[in-house]
């Protein structure tokens, strides 16, 4: 069987100075030092001479950004898959400075936040893998016998990796092993997954502890 592998790659820094909680809202592009994080991960693989047949973005403007430099660099265009967009969250566009999204436990927010194994203010931890899943397979059978990028954003690529790995889907955000710019990678002989590794090739340019509002 042919072997494949599948890199899930999270978009970097988005430029965010009132701190909003941006999720699908258009306009959210790379800061300066997201632009550098997406060079890294490009320099990254294209150093370790990765077989990378196809780069696929979610539709928002941050991924597709992250992904222009490695695809530059392939000599292939950018494709789109809707499937690979950031989670649907129905807090979007508040702002969480300085509280972190204990800013957001207010009176008009809390009908969303009671169920966090859902999780109840955002799209189901479960249609975000089932998206994820069909966008990897498609990849997978568009790449066969190669490798393939996918970028995407953190909630989505955590809650397919935890369903690969047999885990419960719902989780605690402050846990997710999915950083700025990440790299989850996934080889599959055939259809089967076989092996799978995550790395940080921007960990230099990651932000010191503080949190990044946003996914």
Not at 116 to 134: C, H, I, K, N, V
Request: aromatic share 6%; hydrophobic share 40%; charged share 20%.
């Amino acid at each position: 069987m042919a072997r494949t592998t599948i890199h899930l790659l999270r978009h970097g820094e988005v430029e965010n100075p009132d701190r909003i909680l941006y999720g699908r809202l258009p306009g959210y592009v790379l800061s300066e030092r997201g632009h550098a994080m997406a060079r890294l991960v490009a320099e990254s693989l294209l150093d370790a001479k990765a077989d990378i047949t196809h780069v696929i973005s979610s539709p928002l403007e941050r991924a597709q950004q992250t992904a222009a430099p490695l695809a530059q660099g392939l000599g292939v265009a950018v494709e789109i898959d809707d499937r690979l967009i950031e989670a649907g969250n129905e807090l979007e566009g508040r702002p969480v400075a300085g509280g972190g999204w204990r800013a957001l436990v207010t009176p008009s927010s809390a009908r969303h936040l009671y169920n966090p194994f859902r999780p109840s203010w955002g799209e189901a931890f479960t249609q975000q893998r089932d998206r994820m899943t069909a966008a990897i397979a498609a990849a997978r059978e568009a790449a066969e016998g190669h490798e393939a990028v996918l970028v995407s954003h953190q909630s989505p690529i955590w809650a397919v990796r935890r369903a690969l790995q047999n885990k419960p889907l719902w989780h605690d955000p402050r846990a997710r092993e999915c950083s700025l710019a990440s790299v989850t990678s996934l080889t599959f002989d055939g259809t089967t997954l076989v092996a799978h590794s995550y790395s940080e090739p921007a960990a230099a340019l990651l932000p010191g502890a503080s949190a990044v509002a946003g996914a």
